[in-house]
Structures are given as structure tokens and as C-alpha cells.
């Protein structure tokens, strides 16, 4: 038994020591019970100079390997002990570093993310990134805790089904705030619209607007490139009709030969009315 467990310790050793370069390896356990150790790899997190992030450098851990069961609350307990947390993203892939809106709806462009991910998790303090990789150190970390158990089989997805549930007060207190947020930015588009009006610019250019029932607000420059796009895409559809001389004689071909299908069947029913005493021209 002592040499089984000397063994185990030896591979866990081995498991958590093998990292990528750059990488530091922290293993880290579903549960006490578990045996084999689940090995993250974390490192500080490096954007380019200039480039704008949610995730400030310095401050910032880029954890990869983030098993399926692992949550932000439970990265913020593992990582708590290294100082305090400010905010944990949990992504399915790697960000570019360029800052993206940040999502603050709880019913719309929700996207569920599966399978093994990446995380960001930003300390208050610098500090906190050093203290988070010298966990390395330490034996493995436990995830779910007598104190803090994280949810699994039926129990998570009795949970997931009851989170799924949308609070019809809620979500309209949410599309009310929105449309409000929207009157209010069309208000203000219309009152700089109507001040610009008739004023010309540096260059002597005066801005038109469309008057009418239904004015309309000068376009933008994204309004004018999505135009442009438009119209692009519907040359695109149209093919090159009548284009050489043969597709002429073919055209004038076939509709000679509808008018002449037609007349004959014009013919065939006046003919018919004609029998049965119902053609009346007069």
C-alpha cells in the first residue's frame, strides 16, 4: 500500500511538472475522494501595448485547461487565497485583446459555453498573479468543498432547468430600460440633426436631411457602407442578360413563339364560346 501510494504521488508529480513553456501547472481536484489530480495551466496574461482589454495586464491570470464543472464562483474560492478577486471570465477560446462589449443581459445573446475552457481572472493587486502561481507549490487544490459543494449530475441540471425559468417582471423591467435608453438616443440624433441643418461644415458643404411625413436622419458613415454593401450584393446577383447577339435572336425566338402559343389557344377558346352560344363580341 505504501508503494502504491509513493507511485501515485510520483505520477502526480510528473503530471503537474509537465507544462508548456511560459506555463505554470497547478493541480487541482474535483473533490477529496478524487484520486488523479486535473492539472491547470496558468500564466499572467500579455497584451500587445496600445490594445484596448477588459483585462488589465499585470493584474490579470490566463488560466487554460478549465474543466467542464469549474464556474467563476469556484475559480474565485480556488484563487481568493492569492488576494482578492475582482472578476473572473470564463470564455470557450482565447480573446484577441481587443476590448468587446460586455453582455449585461440575462435573457438575450446568452451563449452557453461547454466543454473545457479558458478563464481571466483579475486580482485587485498585482500581487495576486505571483501568489496564484506559487500555488504550484502547494499539493492539489480542492474545487468542490464540504462548505462550498459544487453542484453535478441531476442536481445541476435541476438547477440549470430552474435557472432557465425567465421572471416575466424581470425581463420586462430589462426591455422597458432598453427602450428607453433607445428614445433617448434617437431624441438626441434628432436634436444634433436638426441643429446641423443648413449649417455648412469647414469645407462649405451643407448637410441635407429628408423632410416629409416621415424625416429621416443624415446618414452615418457605417449607414453609408452598409448601403454601399447592399448595393454591391445586388450587382452581384445580376447575371449579364441578352448580353451577346445570339441570346437577342434566342429572346425575340421565344416570344414570338408565346405570342403565337397564345393566339392559338385564344382561338380554341372563342371557338368553344362559340358552340356553346356564349360569345358575345357586341
Known amino acids: 500500500a505504501a508503494s502504491r501510494r509513493a507511485k501515485m504521488a510520483a505520477a502526480e508529480e510528473r503530471v503537474v511538472g509537465a507544462a508548456p513553456p511560459g506555463y505554470t501547472a497547478l493541480a487541482v481536484k ?26 488589465p495586464p499585470r ?33 470557450d477560446k482565447p480573446e484577441l485583446g481587443e476590448k468587446k462589449e460586455k ?11 461547454t466543454g473545457f475552457k479558458v478563464a481571466y481572472v483579475v486580482f485587485r493587486k498585482p500581487g495576486g498573479v505571483q501568489a496564484a502561481k506559487a500555488l504550484s507549490r502547494e499539493g492539489p487544490l480542492l474545487i468542490s468543498t464540504e462548505s462550498h459543494p459544487v453542484k453535478t449530475g441531476i442536481s445541476k441540471w435541476i ?13 420586462k423591467a430589462e426591455v422597458d430600460a432598453y427602450m428607453q ?24 458643404w451643407v448637410k441635407v436631411t429628408r423632410k416629409g411625413r416621415k424625416p429621416g436622419l443624415p446618414r452615418t458613415e457605417a449607414a453609408n457602407l452598409r448601403v454601399l454593401e447592399r448595393e454591391k450584393q445586388k450587382r452581384a446577383r445580376k447575371e449579364l442578360l441578352n448580353f451577346y447577339a445570339w441570346q437577342h435572336r434566342e429572346t425575340k425566338r421565344e416570344h414570338i413563339a408565346q405570342l403565337r402559343k397564345k393566339f392559338e389557344e385564344d382561338k380554341q377558346r372563342i371557338a368553344l364560346m362559340r358552340a356553346q352560344r356564349k360569345f358575345r363580341p357586341y
Do not use: M, W
Open 59 to 91: 493584474r490579470t491570470l490566463f488560466v487554460l485547461n478549465v474543466p467542464p464543472y469549474c464556474s467563476p464562483d469556484s475559480l474565485s474560492r480556488l484563487f481568493t487565497r492569492c488576494g482578492h478577486v475582482q472578476s473572473v471570465d470564463i470564455c
Open 30 to 55: 474535483f473533490g477529496a475522494r478524487q484520486r488523479s489530480p486535473h492539472c491547470l495551466l496558468v500564466k499572467e496574461h500579455q497584451v500587445r501595448e496600445g490594445a484596448r482589454t477588459a483585462h
Open 103 to 113: 453582455l449585461t443581459s440575462k435573457f438575450f445573446n446568452r451563449k452557453p459555453v
Open 159 to 171: 438547477a440549470t432547468y430552474a435557472a432557465s425559468a425567465v421572471d416575466q417582471e424581470e425581463l
Open 181 to 204: 435608453d433607445y428614445d433617448k438616443k434617437i431624441a438626441e440624433e434628432e436634436a444634433k440633426a436638426a441643429k446641423e441643418e443648413g449649417v455648412p461644415d469647414e469645407e462649405g
